[in-house]
């Protein structure tokens, strides 16, 4: 599935305008369409439907929506949010609608007038702004949107809930809450970020008669990671297939009192397949890693006073690394200077695939210029705060436009770049991916550690890397989702979500 920024909405509409469609007839198929799913989810003959309209584009759509509705037998109304429409097509729009006898009421000129019309409707139609908005949104519209939410009655917002930023999912101020969003022409951005998706509800894609070379020809290079591409990376094995063709992974991970990191990373590579799984970890937590689970082999390896790696496991290290397919840094390594020092030194060194995460993320944060001049292939997995210390901006800054931040990091430092958060990102070049599974059941500590380990036990064996974050990403959140359904939204851990891999994989496997 493609995601379309303002830009390409707009490109999109030029080149359907170039190729004969007058714009008059899209706006009327983006309110008709709109309409025909109102009337589809809700019982509107004999109902007062009022509709909101804005001075732009989006406001065209609403008036049309008016229309089709009062066409529908929907006792409509029609508030203006602000001033008259500023363009052509929204302004025809508007004396359409007042032609056939629809009221039209100005919330600027009559405020409480506007607002008892709103407190007695029973739906409310959200045309105010489009994905041209930016910013937070205006006095005295934004009364107007908290009066909307506040009345308690169902809302569809046309194309994206006024207040979002449709290419960034931001939201700075007040936003319509919907309970359906009707998008046009192609999904945006907003419509699986947070926190604009969280404003969205349902989202159905409205068919406007676009054309479809108009569309088809947009250079997209946003798009979601779907589920039926992802069932077909997992084939069911050979008869004769032994442990060396699914090869040899190395998890270097865990310290004092941080354990549970490397038995959760370890036992996802296990449980995704991986022929072979390894875990260098120190020597203290040693018994503990290896008492977990018998399936992966444990080595000892030289610690720090604070119970971290040792810059002395060095070789030991590098010599399991030379004998494994991918490598695994950084689940629960802690904060140590000694430990961070030994990240450094093995990145330069090692020159198989490497997921960096967590400990090993913080290690490089200081200074990432590290990974140009590393020889291997590399995957960061970084939540939102260690996104930040990376980029030397915040977290909030880092949220108000996730898919800027990871698509120019991936660029600039050559990685795969998996920006963790509901609806996690993949970035890959100019290249971005954005994941649709997941559950609020999955907000735990060792999400993460699961999530390290699928990916390494794919890289290991041998699928792409870009495929094998994809899928992980994925089937991470699917376990994320079977486990809450299971056990509900609190009660779920990581293992549960790594016993849940079984059904999935049994799904794809025979699919």
């Not at 509709?51 to 732009?56: F, L, Q, S, Y």
């Not at 699986?192 to 509800?201: L, Q």
């Not at 004998?323 to 961070?340: E, H, M, S, Y």
Request: with cysteine; aromatic share 6%.
């Amino acid at each position: 599935m493609r995601f379309f920024d303002s830009d390409q909405v707009r490109k999109a509409e030029q080149t359907a305008y170039d190729m004969g469609m007058p714009p008059l007839r899209l706006m009327e198929n983006a309110g008709s369409a709109a309409a025909r799913i109102i009337r589809e989810n809700y019982d509107v003959r004999n109902k007062r439907i009022i509709i909101v309209c804005g001075k732009g584009n989006n406001g065209g759509d609403g008036f049309v929506v008016a229309r089709k509705l009062k066409e529908y037998g929907a006792d409509t109304r029609i508030v203006l949010a602000g001033d008259l429409p500023v363009t052509d097509e929204a302004s025809e729009m508007r004396i359409r609608a007042r032609d056939i006898g629809i009221p039209i009421v100005s919330y600027r000129t009559e405020p409480t007038s506007v607002s008892a019309l709103i407190k007695s409707a029973d739906i409310l139609v959200d045309a105010i702004f489009g994905i041209g908005f930016k910013g937070a949104v205006r006095k005295p519209t934004d009364a107007l949107i908290r009066f909307m939410c506040a009345v308690g009655k169902p809302i569809i917002s046309l194309d994206i809930p006024s207040g979002a930023n449709a290419d960034t999912g931001a939201v700075e101020g007040n936003c319509i809450k919907a309970d359906i969003t009707v998008s046009f022409i192609a999904l945006k951005p907003a419509h699986a970020i947070s926190p604009a998706v969280d404003y969205c509800g349902r989202i159905i894609t409205a068919d406007i008669g676009i054309y479809d070379e108009a569309v088809n020809n947009i250079d997209t290079k946003l798009y979601s990671i779907d589920r039926d591409d992802i069932s077909r990376l997992f084939k069911k094995r050979r008869k004769d297939s032994h442990k060396g063709d699914f090869g040899t992974a190395l998890a270097i991970c865990g310290a004092r009192g941080m354990s549970g990191a490397a038995v959760i990373a370890a036992s996802a590579a296990v449980r995704c397949g991986a022929g072979i799984v390894k875990c260098a970890v120190p020597e203290e937590i040693c018994g503990i890693v290896a008492g977990y689970m018998p399936e992966y082999m444990v080595y000892p390896m030289p610690q720090t006073e604070s119970g971290g790696l040792s810059i002395t496991a060095y070789d030991k290290i590098i010599e399991l690394a030379n004998k494994c397919d991918a490598v695994l840094i950084g689940c629960g390594l802690g904060g140590d200077v000694q430990t961070a020092n030994l990240v450094k030194s093995l990145l330069k060194k090692i020159n198989k695939p490497i997921v960096l995460d967590a400990d090993g993320i913080n290690a490089i944060a200081g200074d990432i210029s590290i990974l140009k001049k590393m020889s291997a292939p590399a995957v960061l997995t970084p939540h939102p705060g260690e996104m930040a210390r990376l980029c030397g901006v915040t977290s909030k800054e880092i949220q108000s436009n996730r898919f800027k931040y990871a698509r120019e990091f991936a660029q600039e430092n050559g990685i795969i770049l998996l920006l963790k958060g509901a609806n996690t990102i993949v970035a890959c070049g100019d290249t971005a991916y954005i994941n649709l599974t997941g559950s609020p059941a999955m907000a735990t500590a060792g999400s993460g550690d699961m999530l390290s380990g699928m990916i390494l036990s794919f890289i290991t064996q041998g699928m792409g890397m870009v495929d094998a974050v994809r899928a992980a990403v994925c089937m991470h959140g699917l376990a994320g989702e079977m486990a809450e359904k299971k056990y509900s939204q609190r009660f779920v851990t990581p293992s549960d979500m790594i016993n849940e891999l079984a059904e999935l994989f049994s799904k794809f496997e025979n699919s």
